[in-house]
C-alpha cells in the first residue's frame, strides 16, 4: 500500500502533478499522458497517484477548473479596476482564451470532448455555471457604473463562447486576419450590445 504522505508533502506531490500534468496535457493530449509518466515527474509511485486523483481524467479536469478560476478572478479584477472597458475585456479574454490556456484545445479536441461528454450531469452543470455566474457578476458591476448591457446574461455567454471558437481557429484563419478581425470587432459587439443604452458609455 501506498505509505501516508505528511500534508506538507501531500501539497507539494498535489503541486507537482498539477505542473506534470499541464506539461504533458499540453504537449501530448489525453490519452498519450499516462498516470505512469505524471506519477515519476511528482516523485511518487503508480499507486500513490490514486491518492490524489483518480484517474489521469480527473486531472486533467481539475487543471481546466483551475486555469478557469484564475481567469475568472483576473477578468473580475480588470472590471473592477476599469468597468467602462468591461465588455472589451470580456470580448478580448474570450477570443485569446486558447492562447492563454495551453489546455482548452486539448478539451476542444475530440478526445477532450469525448471526456467532458463523459462527465456527470452535476461536472457539466458547474462547468456552464462558473461562466454563467462570472458574467452575471459583470453585468452586476457594469450597471453598477452606469453602462447597461442591452442582452442577456444567457446570450452574452453564447457570445462569449463563439468567440473562443473563433480565436481557436486562429491558425486556419491567419494570425496576422484574426487580429484585424479582433480589431474590428471589439467597438462592433460593444456598440450592438449597449445599443439602445441610455448610459453614456453607449455614445463613446
Same mark, same amino acid.
Given at each position: 500500500m501506498p505509505r501516508a504522505f505528511t500534508a506538507d508533502e501531500a501539497t507539494s506531490i498535489r503541486a507537482k502533478l498539477l505542473a506534470a500534468g499541464e506539461e504533458s496535457f499540453a504537449r501530448m493530449g489525453i490519452r498519450r499522458t499516462t498516470v505512469e509518466e505524471l506519477a515519476r515527474a511528482a516523485g511518487v509511485s503508480k499507486g500513490a497517484f490514486y491518492n490524489f486523483f483518480d484517474s489521469k481524467e480527473s486531472l486533467f479536469l481539475a487543471l481546466l477548473e483551475d486555469h478557469e478560476?484564475?481567469?475568472?478572478?483576473? =477578468?473580475?479584477?480588470? =472590471?473592477?479596476?476599469?468597468?467602462?472597458?468591461?465588455?472589451?475585456t470580456l470580448i478580448d479574454t474570450a477570443m485569446q482564451a486558447t492562447q492563454r490556456n495551453p489546455l482548452l484545445p486539448v478539451a476542444m479536441s475530440q478526445e477532450g470532448l469525448r471526456l467532458l461528454h463523459g462527465m456527470t450531469e452535476a461536472q457539466r452543470e458547474a462547468f456552464v455555471e462558473r461562466d454563467v455566474r462570472l458574467v452575471e457578476r459583470?453585468?452586476?458591476?457594469?450597471?453598477?457604473?452606469? =453602462?447597461?448591457?442591452? +442582452?442577456?446574461?444567457? +446570450?452574452? +455567454?453564447?457570445?462569449?463562447?463563439?468567440? =473562443?471558437?473563433?480565436?481557436?481557429?486562429?491558425? *486556419?484563419?491567419? *494570425?496576422?486576419?484574426?487580429?484585424?478581425?479582433?480589431?474590428?470587432?471589439?467597438?462592433?459587439l460593444r456598440a450592438a450590445l449597449l445599443s439602445g443604452s441610455s448610459s453614456t458609455e453607449a455614445v463613446r
Open positions: 478560476i484564475r481567469a475568472h478572478a483576473e =477578468v473580475e479584477a480588470a =472590471v473592477r479596476t476599469d468597468p467602462h472597458r468591461g465588455l472589451d459583470i453585468l452586476e458591476r457594469l450597471r453598477q457604473a452606469g =453602462v447597461h448591457v442591452s +442582452v442577456s446574461s444567457t +446570450v452574452l +455567454v453564447a457570445l462569449l463562447r463563439s468567440l =473562443v471558437f473563433v480565436g481557436w481557429h486562429r491558425g *486556419e484563419i491567419g *494570425e496576422g486576419l484574426t487580429e484585424e478581425l479582433a480589431t474590428w470587432l471589439t467597438p462592433t
